[in-house]
T-cell receptor
């Protein structure tokens, strides 16, 4: 079973920041948090990952709380092409990615 | 985008026929995976490979077999397709498995319909 909890859906206005939350209260010390997204009918796309420090790349920022029990993916300036299902994944001790049901982000004009 | 292709991209077949899906990568990554995606279930791991001729079962392996005779190719075979295997199949690759902090990269998917 997925070890994360995400809201099923969110809306965001184009040009605004999209902040997608994820709870992972049972995360263990050596587990990373990964974010992927899936645009309709396409394969999942890797976005970013982190352990405990905040991370930023060309796609997004990842903010992990100090206790590591939750995180937030930030898309700083959402566009219509960011409409997708976003998956927050904690990699378990079998080293397999387990996808939950994710958050469906709808970016509107 | 990672160099991953899947073939065919769409296939319609009849119950009881054998089907083989192909995943081809140009990244020389050691690890390759097959997932299926169904409404209400998300992505589920079928089989994976950690090297040439080295494979292992995933969460939903019944009814599927795999083979990897070359680093770049990972084949998924449905020996006798059933309607419950109608799904979208994704291949993925990664450089490493046991090292944390390594991402998987996914192919475009194969939509399989079993009538």
């Amino acid at each position: 079973d997925a070890k994360t909890t995400q809201p099923p859906s969110m809306d965001c206005a184009e040009g605004r920041a999209a902040n997608l939350p994820c709870n992972h209260s049972t995360i263990s010390g050596n587990e990373y948090v990964y974010w992927y997204r899936q645009i309709h009918s396409q394969g999942p796309q890797y976005i970013i990952h982190g352990l405990k420090n905040n991370e930023t790349n060309e796609m997004a920022s990842l903010i992990i709380t100090e206790d590591r029990k939750s995180s937030t993916l930030i898309l700083p300036h959402a566009t219509l092409r960011d409409t997708a299902v976003y998956y927050c994944i904690v990699r378990d001790n079998t080293d397999k990615l387990i996808f939950g049901t994710g958050t469906r982000l709808q970016v509107f004009p | 985008d990672a160099g991953i292709t899947q073939s065919p991209r769409h296939k319609v077949t009849e119950t009881g026929t054998p089907v083989t899906l192909r995943c081809h990568q140009t990244e020389n990554h050691r690890y390759m995976y097959w997932y299926r995606q169904d409404p209400g279930h998300g992505l589920r791991l079928i089989h994976y490979s950690y090297g040439v001729k080295d494979t292992d079962k995933g969460e939903v392996s019944d009814g599927y077999s795999v083979s990897r005779s070359k680093t770049e190719d990972f084949l998924l075979t449905l020996e006798s397709a059933t309607s419950s295997q109608t799904s979208v199949y994704f291949c993925a690759i990664s450089e490493s498995e046991r090292v944390q902090g390594v991402a998987q990269y996914f192919g475009p998917g194969t939509r399989l319909t079993v009538l």
